[in-house]
């Protein structure tokens, strides 16, 4: 991500925090297709799961996939990056901050059939980043804590208009296996845009993710 200042003649207002706001743990993925308009909206309304299911049966663009259940899913911070530190190259040789570095999300998917595998490598075309932008965007649910399930999403400037996040380069490991008694273990990734989080929304759920199922469409 590049640097770009405006450098106004007053300091911008900073925002005091007066809620907490923590992902906690990622349970489940949904994947759409990169859309023109924002998928949820003040009709279908992202809390509630007949909006959902709606997009889960769709037959054209709007389409809805689920991963399976996932675990172990990392989100690292992204890290600066600098030129010229400790150099005759920058003025006192402090260095250019030049923006932060791109995010690889990593997770696992534990003892899935070949199957669920096959699909979920048929989504790494349309995250492709020479295609410019990718098409393949994602929402993340959260586990159910006390009762309430929230799915992770990209606000407007809009009001209850959410879409998902832009994610390149997704890709699924081959199998492991660690023998007796273990898990059969498939690693994914995707990277993506450190200023993709801006817009982020936590939203509370009328209902348990873990309950929403793929539906086969032709």
Known sequence: MGLICSCESVLPNLVDVTCPQDLDQIVKLAFQLKQASAPFDSSDTIDDVNSWNALLAASDATKIVLSPATANVTIPSSEGNFSAED???SVNGVGYYLGENIVKVTGEIHSPPQEVIDALNALS????PSLGSSKLTAYFFLRRIKGVSRVVAKGTSVASEYAGFE????????????GYNSKTKYMFSFT????????????????NPLALANVATS
């Open 125 to 128: 075309c349309y995250s492709d």
């Open 87 to 89: 150099s005759n190259e």
């Open 192 to 207: 993506m845009q450190p200023d993709e989080w801006e817009g982020m929304e936590l939203v509370s759920l009328g209902f």
């Open 167 to 178: 994610i390149f380069n997704f890709r699924v490991s081959s199998l492991g296996s660690e």
